[in-house]
């Protein structure tokens, strides 16, 4: 194993050479033992080699946990949201974006401005915590005309742990921020010394003016006009974006992002026109850019652990298409940050990507082998430990790591609780097939883990690793960026500057019972002379609770009508309970992974229709309600007047 390690680390840090990237403490002492320090170094635009500072994690942690390197602990992340292509107009407060900040007067730097810089950058910088309070957005933009002059060289020196970064003309400490960052510290790190501009040519959900004006916390100084034009055009990045898969219904998407690549449905009617979503429309979060994977050289590794008795293996994927059983189970997926962009305030800005409306859900029929089926051939007693015939040795999660990298070669990987993965009704599956077609690219090609009733953040695509552990891995993005808080806990007052405590904040596994309006669309106009609203739309639970009544309204919720749910294909119902009997959605448990599909047909009130016939203008506020067991949740739809009947 720690020659496999050693050989894979040798390709990664090589890569991170090549990317001008750098690499963490553990990986430089895993790096120095194994004969591979000239890796270490990289290029920092004109300036010379040096090795990096510290990192939270690497990419290969997980396969050097057994070697020592280092403790799992969990970091908080979430910033910028983007709707690509345009860029915003306005900050978060409504203000012009101030787009004149790099042009300021050349000036030679006195020992007092030097010594005012120096103060500046200790009071932004004490604690290096997310306790650490920056200096105040109002007071950096009433002052930083007079922030100090801060020389190129100083901004490209080596500071240790602290990062300087520069845009438009400004230097900024970010050092606080690196934990918060949902990225991970390291992809911030990997610009130390540099200007962002070119990093967000490339990432442009980051350059928003509700970001940009964050970011004015923690400016420290100020660039000569002549050395901000250096940096910018001595700071190169490549994209690591140029080789994605085709997406040939584009058109009919709506991308809040591209580079990661996230889309969804641009009309909501695709959620109820067929019972599974197509593949194409199918919504797509990726974090990294899609790995190309050759299926003859692909192996999935199962990574040893003794104190549960699993025993490390490798397999090929014909392997795992003929070693194991194939199940196929049918199942709705959706990210835990679908809707979002509901929450958006004008005084409250999202800084989570992406921005998310309704259409991060899909319906799809999964085939694959069990997970469980793949860690009893590797020794882990998973019969016996679902009857509690004996405990799993202290492990309480399994952790799978996907192919996708960042720049700095660290993949995104994703936990489920153990008990998921050994129960034999879990259903959780390392899927190979979607919708009886071989899993496409964005999918997660070749292998791809499905979790049934929870959240898509934990359904890890392009699965290489699997490994059982007390504690999730420092890889697992849903522990940072995915976690329940009270609805007065934002991100930038609450979470950066440490009043309310991430361990206060849940983790996300499965989600609340909810509901979706398909249709009638937003902003779309029936005619006055109605005499009804036709309205479709999905209905899950997640937990495979599953859904036993829909209540419809078109008054805001004065008076609720029954929606009719809609028969599933008959196909579904055999193979969701070929293994074993499903219970009724009433009795608040089982498998019942897929959506409900629910319509209805809500005549007009003769009050509303008069109203039309006079040619006054109707608002209607359309709201859905579902039953699972006893918990119901209201989703309003807000409506704004028309000259007929619109809905918003």
Not at 209 to 237: M, S, V, W
Request: charged letters at 25%; hydrophobic letters at 35%.
């Amino acid at each position: 194993m720690a020659e496999l390690c050693r050989a894979r680390l040798a390709g990664k840090l090589l890569h991170l050479q090549r990317c001008h990237s750098f690499m963490c403490p553990q990986l430089q002492r895993f790096a120095a033992s194994s004969g591979l320090t000239q890796a270490c170094r990289f290029q920092h635009g004109k300036g010379s080699s040096h090795v990096a500072a510290a990192s939270v994690a690497s990419w290969s942690k997980e396969k050097l946990l057994a070697l020592g390197l280092g403790t799992a602990f969990i970091t908080f992340g979430a910033v910028a949201a983007a709707e690509t292509p345009q860029k915003a107009t306005e900050d978060e407060d409504g203000h012009q974006p101030d787009e004149g900040s790099h042009q300021l007067d050349s000036v030679n730097e006195s020992q007092a401005n030097k010594a005012a810089r120096r103060q500046l950058a200790v009071e932004n910088n004490r604690g290096c915590s997310l306790a650490a309070t920056p200096i105040s957005k109002e007071s950096v933009r009433r002052d930083k005309s007079k922030l100090p002059i801060i020389p190129l060289s100083d901004v490209r020196a080596d500071r240790g742990e602290s990062v300087w970064v520069t845009f438009r003309g400004g230097v900024y400490d970010v050092t606080s921020f690196l934990e918060a960052h949902p990225g991970g510290q390291h992809r911030i790190r990997m610009v130390n010394g540099m200007d962002l501009s070119a990093f967000w040519n490339v990432y442009t959900l980051h350059d928003r003016p509700h970001i940009r004006a964050f970011l004015e916390d923690y400016r420290i100084g100020n660039l000569t006009p002549e050395d901000a034009i250096t940096i910018e055009k001595e700071t190169q990045f490549s994209s690591m974006y140029d080789e994605e898969p085709e997406r040939p219904k584009r058109r009919e998407l709506r991308i809040p992002s591209e580079k990661p690549w996230n889309s969804e449905p641009a009309d909501l009617s695709v959620l109820v026109d067929s019972y599974f979503t197509p593949n194409d429309m199918f919504f797509v979060r990726n974090h990294n850019a899609v790995p190309a994977v050759d299926p003859k050289e692909y192996r999935l590794e199962i990574l040893p652990n003794e104190k549960c008795g699993l025993k490390g293996a490798s397999f090929t994927l014909d392997e795992l298409k003929t070693k194991f059983p194939k199940h196929t189970v049918v199942s709705a997926l959706q990210c835990a940050g679908n809707r979002q962009e509901d929450f958006v305030t004008k005084d409250r800005p999202l800084y989570v990507a992406p921005h998310w409306r309704n259409g991060a859900i899909g319906n799809a029929k999964w085939a694959g082998v069990k997970v469980r089926d793949v860690l009893r051939a590797c020794g882990m007693k998973v019969d016996r430990i679902a009857l509690g015939e004996c405990g799993t040795g202290g492990q309480k999660v399994v952790n799978f790591v996907g192919l996708d990298t960042d720049e700095t070669g660290i993949p995104y990987a994703g936990v489920v609780p153990i008990e998921k993965v050994i129960d034999p009704w879990g259903d959780a599956l390392l899927v190979y097939e979607m919708n009886d077609e071989t899993l496409p690219p964005d999918h997660g090609f070749p292998i791809r883990l499905l979790a049934p009733g929870h959240a898509g953040c934990r359904n890890v695509k392009w699965v290489e690793s699997i490994f059982v552990s007390e504690e999730a891995s420092e890889l697992d993005s849903g522990s940072k960026l995915d976690r329940h808080f009270a609805p007065d806990v934002g991100f930038k007052k609450h979470v950066i500057w440490g009043s309310e405590p991430l361990q206060d904040g849940p983790v996300i596994q499965t989600l609340p019972v909810q509901s979706i309006i398909c249709s009638p669309a937003h902003l779309s106009t029936l005619p006055g002379d109605s005499e009804a609203v036709e309205l479709r739309g999905v209905a899950w639970s997640g937990g495979g609770r599953g859904v036993c009544r829909v209540e419809v309204s078109i008054d805001g919720g004065k008076t609720f009508t029954s929606a009719k749910l809609q028969n599933r294909p008959h196909e579904m119902q055999s193979k969701v309970q070929s293994d074993a009997p499903c219970p009724m959605p009433q009795a608040g448990m089982g498998r019942l992974w897929a959506w409900q599909q629910f319509t209805a047909e809500i005549k007009l009130p003769t009050s509303i229709k008069e109203q039309l016939a006079g040619g006054d203008k109707v608002e209607l506020e359309l709201v859905s309600v579902q039953l699972m067991v006893i918990l119901i949740l209201n989703l309003k739809r807000c409506s704004k007047p028309g000259t007929s009947l619109v809905f918003v």
